[in-house]
């Protein structure tokens, strides 16, 4: 998840935080969205007759390509994956419609969860937007394990809650109740993820009581270890845990176990000296959620309860 560019948080201590159950329906799989296109006509890269609000705001650079360059994970269902070759969920639904406030189009590029960061930095993505987590040793570009600067750190603009969730088999053989419970078996994780660092802690508080842990390039691979038989329990983020338990199997693979941890906002990750894009993407959230349009997006996906009701910048602690 280099500064470990979790999915979805870094390693701070796991504070237990209350968060509503979040109701995945059937209409995670079945229901369409966006294209990830922008409301204003393209012609030659650049934006034509500029209908959309907000256009103005963004940086020139930007307006004359007339796209912005996502950089996301597209396997972590519902917030982004791979439907009938399209990408699809949270996440692309909401660039649509920032893209149709300001004027140009959002370009999903699929890459590995734990390089997004990098790809900033390089320029290879001008966004990363990926259920990232929105937390210090993000923002300041810190290795959360050494504490080690590792290179330049992000913005973020806020959109989302979400904690992280534990999940088993379905009827739970081995009675996993909390993250105490895994000491002395074996969990499945994402590498790079908050999931991956929590078990990391985890691990060093069971001590000779070993916790084992196999990580996975994407959460998908770590679904398909745990259903196997290969570990006894899964940690993901609780929309994807959820997605997990309602869709894996007919709904009767997994189930959800314990108390969500790590409550924090994902955000959208901008590099840093880029103000003028930043604040053009919290303008934009703002306006969709004042539209209504963002409210529309969480209730087509079943996560109303994650909303916020206000885009913030670096809002992560």
Known sequence: MTATPTRRS????????????????SALVLTGCGDQTAG????GGKDKGSSAPLFDKLPKEIQDKGTIQVGSDIAYAPVEFKKDGRTVGIDPDLADA????LGVKFKFNNGTFDTLLTGLRSKRYDLAMSAMTDNKERQEGVDPETGKKVGEGVD???YFTAGVSLYAK??????????????????????????????KDQAKKCGKKKLDIEAFDNDAEA?????AGGAVAGSSDFPVAAHAVKTAGGGKAFEIVGDQVE???YGIAVPKGNPELRDAVKAALDAIIKNGEYDKIMSKWGVKDGAVTEAKINGGS
């Open 223 to 227: 679904q398909t270890r745990l259903r």
């Open 98 to 101: 920032l893209g149709k406030q």
């Open 156 to 158: 973020f603009v806020d």
């Open 263 to 265: 409550a924090a906002p």
């Open 10 to 25: 870094a390693a701070v201590r796991p504070r237990l935080a209350a968060v509503g159950a979040i109701a995945v329906a």
């Open 170 to 199: 379905k009827g739970n053989p081995e009675g996993i109740k909390s993250w105490d419970d895994l000491c002395g078996k074996k969990m499945v994780v994402q590498r790079g993820t908050v999931s991956h660092d929590l078990a």
């Open 40 to 43: 204003a006509k393209q012609e």
